[in-house]
C-alpha cells in the first residue's frame, strides 16, 4: 500500500460499502482523504472514529447533481493543492425486468451511475493534468462484462463506464493519466438492499448472491492492490464469477447456454 502514501484520494460513494472499507484501508496507508457521499453525517462518523492524526476532508456530494461538481473539485483542490487519485465508487443499482422498469428508472441509474461519474472524472481531470497526472479508479461491477438478469439499467450503465474509461486512457496515458476498471462480482454490501425497482422505489431485499458473495474486506483489499500495480482492468470475485468472463469471452454460445439457466435473485448454478 506505499502506493497511496501521502497521495490525495478522493473516494465517493464513502458512506458505505466499498467506499467506506476502501477509507478504512486507506487510512493506515497514510493517504490524505476526499470522503464525499450524500449523507455527510455518515462521513462525519467515519472521521470520528479514525486515528487523530488521519488527514480527512468531509466533502457531501450527490452524484445526481452533476452541477455542483466544478465547485467540489475546486474545494479539494484549494483543500489540498492536488488530486492524485479519484475512486470512483457511487452509484445505484437495481433488481426488476426490464419489462416491468419504468424508463425514467433507467434514464435515473444512468444518470447517476454514467453521466455522474463521468462529469466528475471531467471536473477532477484539468487538476490532474496541471499537476502532470492522477489515476481514476473506477468501480463498475461484472456485470459492465455481461448481462444478467433483473440489472438490465444497471448493466448498461456499468458498460458505458467501460466505454469511456477505456477511451480515456487510450487518449491521455502519454500525459500521465492512468485508469483502474474494478468490476466486483456478489459482495457483501448492501447495494441490493437500495437497489431500485421498476418504479424507481428500493428494493429492499438482499440478494442471495450478495448475502453469500465475498467479503467486503477482501474485496477492497484486492481493488487497492489493483491500482497501486496500475492493472488496467481487475476482476473481482470467485471462480463462478470469473469463469463467467472467460465463457462470455471465449465461448459465449455456452455462456448464454449457463446465463439462461440462471435464477438472477438467486446463487449462481454452473
Not at 38 to 65: C, G, M, N, T, Y
Not at 89 to 117: C, H, K, P, W
Not at 239 to 261: C, D, I, N, R, T
Request: glycine residues 8%; hydrophobic residues 45%.
Amino acid at each position: 500500500m506505499q502506493y497511496f502514501k501521502n497521495k490525495v484520494v478522493w473516494i465517493t460513494g464513502a458512506s458505505s460499502g466499498l467506499g467506506r472499507e476502501a477509507a478504512k484501508q486507506l487510512i493506515p496507508a497514510g493517504a490524505r482523504l476526499i470522503l464525499s457521499a450524500r449523507r455527510s453525517a455518515v462521513l462525519e462518523e467515519i472521521k470520528a472514529e479514525a486515528p487523530a492524526d488521519a488527514e480527512i476532508f468531509i466533502l457531501p456530494l450527490d452524484l445526481a447533481q452533476s452541477e455542483n461538481f466544478a465547485e467540489a473539485a475546486a474545494r479539494a483542490e484549494e483543500h489540498y493543492g492536488k488530486i492524485d487519485v479519484l475512486i470512483n465508487n457511487a452509484g445505484i443499482s437495481q433488481r426488476s425486468y426490464a419489462s416491468e422498469t419504468s424508463l425514467e428508472v433507467d434514464r435515473r441509474i444512468m444518470e447517476v451511475n454514467y453521466f455522474g461519474t463521468v462529469a466528475l472524472t471531467k471536473a477532477v481531470l484539468p487538476i490532474m493534468l496541471k499537476n502532470g497526472g492522477g489515476h481514476f479508479v473506477t468501480v463498475t461491477s461484472l456485470v459492465g462484462k455481461f448481462g444478467f438478469g433483473v440489472r438490465s439499467a444497471y448493466a448498461a450503465s456499468k458498460h458505458a463506464l467501460h466505454g469511456f474509461f477505456e477511451s480515456l486512457h487510450i487518449e491521455l496515458h502519454a500525459r500521465g493519466i492512468k485508469v483502474t476498471l474494478v468490476c466486483p462480482g456478489p459482495v457483501q454490501t448492501p447495494i441490493s438492499l437500495h437497489a431500485l425497482d421498476g418504479s424507481g422505489n428500493p428494493s429492499g431485499q438482499m440478494d442471495e448472491m450478495q448475502a453469500k458473495g465475498m467479503a467486503v474486506e477482501r474485496a477492497v483489499s484486492v481493488m487497492l492492490r489493483a491500482a497501486a500495480e496500475n492493472r488496467r482492468e481487475v476482476i473481482i470475485g470467485n471462480f463462478k464469477e470469473k469463469l463467467g468472463v472467460v465463457l462470455k469471452a471465449w465461448v459465449p454460445s455456452l455462456f448464454f447456454k449457463l446465463a439462461l439457466k440462471q435464477n438472477p435473485r438467486g446463487q449462481v448454478k454452473l
